[in-house]
């Protein structure tokens, strides 16, 4: 079991607890709120009697003692720009927690492309993991993500999305792929109106 520590402990991790016990050995618990940290302890010491509590500004030092710090939260690109850009940890000891059921093959793109990829890989007799891809629009590096079942597979590329929030998701969801932060347009004009639709977490150039 790869050793860890737990950073996000709200809901997310609620939900999934019983599954991240079984995979993995919690060395360290964090979150920003530090009530949750010993919410925890309290609920599962079955699970956590040896595990310690570990505050925020401690976490980069901590990180050289375990294989990773494992994300456990659905907002995991906000947590890790923190982790990275604010307390100067490297992605490379950043994971985010994803529950997978393990034996069966998943698609996520959002109406499965990456399944009908798949399957021409398959007629073309070509491997995963010689295939290098660009991802135009990446958007989440997981969810609704063309790329990610390939990346499962063994292949790797780029991944290009003008959000912040998806360049450090990906910065610790997909650690061989390279990603450039920016949109791209066939316009030439140098501010074009750009439009970033909230709730569907969706992007566009205005035509």
């Known amino acids: 079991m790869k050793r860890v520590i737990l950073y996000g402990l709200g809901k997310f991790f609620q939900k999934y607890y019983q599954h991240i016990f079984s995979q993995y050995e919690v060395v360290g618990l964090s979150d ?4 949750k940290v010993f919410a ?6 079955n699970h956590l009697f040896n595990t310690r509590a570990i505050k925020v500004h401690e976490l980069k030092k901590e990180a050289e003692n375990c294989d990773y710090i494992l994300i456990t939260a659905g907002n995991y690109g906000v947590l890790a720009k923190y982790l990275i850009k604010s307390l100067g940890i490297k992605a490379t000891k950043i994971k985010a927690y994803q529950f997978d059921t393990v034996g069966c093959m998943h698609f996520y793109g959002e109406h499965n492309e990456d399944a009908v ?10 491997k995963p993991e010689e295939v290098t891809y660009l991802d135009i629009g990446s958007n989440n590096p997981i969810n609704c993500n063309n790329s990610y079942c390939l990346y499962r597979l063994g292949a790797s590329g780029c991944l290009i999305d003008p959000l912040e929030e998806f360049q450090y998701a990906s910065m610790v969801t997909r650690h061989r792929d390279s990603f450039i932060r920016a949109a791209v347009s066939d316009k030439t004009e140098e501010s074009p109106k750009f439009f970033w639709f909230i709730i569907l977490i969706l992007v566009s150039f205005f035509a």
Not at 32 to 35: H, I, K, M, Q, T
Not at 117 to 126: V, W
């Open 32 to 35: 920003r709120e530090e009530g």
């Open 40 to 45: 925890v302890l309290h609920a599962y010491p």
């Open 117 to 126: 990829i798949c399957l021409l890989l398959i007629k073309y007799g070509i």
